[in-house]
């Protein structure tokens, strides 16, 4: 376990989490700001998680992390830091399956990571790389502190990119 809050636990993902990580990736409203195609096969989780989820938490000794709720013992979403390379920074990125939209689960997790950044991983800032019109997460960066600082294209895509020192 990372770190937890009175409704959520926040860990590593593992190998018991490929079906979790294929829904978030395949399912339509998750992706609406998220410049890529859904998932189609199972196999494409697999691959995520062993060339992109391990392989940041080798590298870096974080990366995506998984959020499961307390309270029915299911991975919801993801929160995590992310090393950006084209900023050279570390990027808090989150999203969570739409039926615990609305609930404060975004900014509840978002918050807790940020807390655990430099005690464990002693990195002094963050940012949030968001496509235009995602209001939602513009709404959580705000909420634990996060200020918009630039606009940009990212991945050929218009972000806002918000900032935090931590």
């Given at each position: ?53 391990l ?12 959020v ?15 090393f950006?390379?084209?900023f ?10 739409p ?53 940009c ?14």
């Amino acid at each position: 376990m990372i770190t937890q809050t009175p409704r959520l636990i926040i860990r590593p993902f593992n190998q018991t989490d490929i079906e979790s990580l294929f829904l978030m990736n395949s399912i339509p409203e998750m992706l609406t700001y998220i410049p890529t195609k859904p998932f189609t096969e199972l196999s494409q989780a697999q691959a995520l998680f062993d060339d992109v989820v391990l392989a940041n938490y080798h590298e870096f000794g974080f990366g995506r992390w998984a959020v499961q709720h307390k309270q029915d013992n299911r991975v919801i979403g993801f929160c995590g830091p992310k090393f950006i390379p084209e900023f050279n920074k570390v990027e808090l990125g989150y999203r969570y399956f739409p039926q615990y939209w609305g609930q404060g689960i975004g900014s509840e997790a978002a918050q807790a990571v940020l807390d655990t950044l430099k005690p464990l991983h002693q990195l002094h800032e963050a940012i949030a790389l968001i496509l235009q019109g995602n209001k939602a997460s513009e709404a959580v960066a705000l909420k634990v502190g996060m200020t918009r600082i630039n606009d940009c294209k990212f991945g050929g895509e218009d972000i806002h990119v918000y900032h935090t020192a931590l």
